[in-house]
């Protein structure tokens, strides 16, 4: 009895493993790969009946046919993790476009009514932003009438016109009130003037955060008179902020000291082993006569070497008083403008010269009796730089002499043109 249910239970057992079994896919028959191989093994295993024999071989089959399936579920994982990193950034992309045309499909009925609002809408961004420009374009006309006061180009309206992102300024300019191209009909001062006409209002706004300018070198290109003009304009902008104006033109500084303007002049210079030095540039006057009076005190100069140098000096002081006082009694006197009075100035080729049209306005006229009025013993001071014959200069005390004799004619110099002013005034 208990050999006869041993049977039983055997072939209940074995239907159970032959059930367990099942045959090759479909979807991997006629394949060639190892995994079709194993499946074959292990669906054999239905055909054996004996249930050591089919133990055993269950057992094998399985592990290798697990083993099998695994490499395969992994092989699968990697290829579909491959193929989501090729198209997922794909339909990322056709996601957004995606709801992008179902919105546009869902607007078309509004978009109409959005191009009409534009439309509208156009000429009141238009002129809210003219409205904003306005006062930078007072302003730019304001300064472009003092840099070319005298320049037959007239600065009009300053707008901006184009799209945004594709805009630009719109120039009105006229030439003897004939409407021109702006870039066609300036020079290249006036070109200049322009880019600080535009620049300036700008750059000196109250909303600013910045509270100095630095320019470099806007003389460029421009007449005596665009200078002098660009002097009250950076004048103008000093009452409120720092001005720094790099230049290699001495015209400003000369515009400068022609309007009495108040600023402080540096001079830049690069020395041996590019060693940049920075000093003050006093009044020219003093300036020469301490360079002058520095040359007396060395012991160490030569004679003929202080009797060639030390006059020039002080021939150089002489004359700086001299244009100090033609300058100022030119532009007050006569009203002359900085281009006359350079031009005046540059025709001067004597001390004599010099001296004459400061005491007397007039180059041509004798000024020894009006040097003797304001420094007894300074015509003939004047004399020895106009000829070039000086007394030797032995000692120290000579060379000193020498300086103290240009000191007192320069002052006298500054006194009486002042005073003939003042005289010529009342």
């Excluded at 399985?62 to 399936?69: K, Q, Y």
């Excluded at 001005?243 to 309007?259: G, N, P, S």
Aim: aromatic content about 4%.
């Amino acid at each position: 009895m208990a050999a006869e249910a041993a049977r039983k239970e055997s072939a209940v057992a074995v239907r159970a493993v032959h059930d367990l079994v099942q045959p090759v896919p479909v979807w991997l028959r006629g394949d060639a790969s190892p995994l079709t191989s194993v499946w074959q093994e292990w669906a054999q295993c239905r055909d054996i009946t004996h249930p050591r024999e089919l133990a055993d071989r269950v057992e094998r089959a399985a592990a290798v046919l697990d083993d099998a399936c695994r490499q395969v579920r992994e092989e699968a994982a990697l290829r579909l993790s491959e193929h989501d990193g090729a198209w997922r950034p794909v339909a990322v992309r056709l996601s957004e476009w995606l709801g992008a045309a179902e919105a546009a499909e869902a607007a078309r009925e509004r978009r109409k009514h959005a191009r009409k609002a534009r439309t509208w809408l156009r000429p009141i961004i238009d002129e809210l932003r003219d409205e904003r420009l306005r006062p930078f374009a007072q302003r730019s006309q304001e300064v472009w009438q003092k840099l070319c006061e005298h320049s037959s180009v007239v600065l009009g309206s300053v707008t901006l016109a184009g799209t945004p992102g594709r805009g630009k300024v719109e120039l009105g300019v006229s030439v003897d009130d004939m409407d021109a191209p702006a870039y066609s009909v300036m020079s290249q001062g006036e070109l200049h003037s322009l880019a600080l006409s535009l620049f300036l209002p700008r750059a000196t706004h109250e909303a600013s955060p910045f509270g100095f300018l630095v320019i470099d070198d806007p003389v460029q290109s421009m007449d005596p008179e665009k200078v002098e003009g660009l002097a009250r304009v950076l004048d103008a902008c000093a009452k409120s902020r720092q001005v720094v104006v790099f230049t290699h033109d001495t015209r400003l500084q000369q515009a400068i000291v022609h309007l009495g303007i108040e600023a402080t002049v540096l001079r830049v210079t690069r020395q041996t082993d590019s060693v940049v030095g920075v000093e003050p540039l006093t009044d020219p006057v003093e300036q020469a006569l301490a360079e002058a009076r520095a040359v007396s005190l060395d012991p160490g100069v030569p004679q003929e070497v202080a009797e060639h140098v030390l006059p020039a000096m002080c021939r150089v002081a002489v004359e700086a008083a001299c244009l100090e006082a033609v300058r100022r009694t030119l532009r007050d006197e006569q009203g002359l403008g900085l281009r006359v009075i350079e031009e005046r100035v540059a025709s001067l080729e004597r001390t004599k010269s010099y001296v004459s049209l400061a005491l007397l306005g007039d180059e041509r006229q004798h000024a020894r009796d009006a040097v003797e009025r304001v420094c007894g013993g300074g015509w003939a001071l004047v004399e020895a730089f106009n000829t070039g014959s000086h007394a030797p200069l032995p000692s120290v005390d000579d060379r000193k002499v020498l300086v103290r004799r240009t000191e007192a004619l320069a002052a006298a110099i500054r006194r009486g043109a002042g005073s003939r002013q003042t005289g010529g005034a009342r």
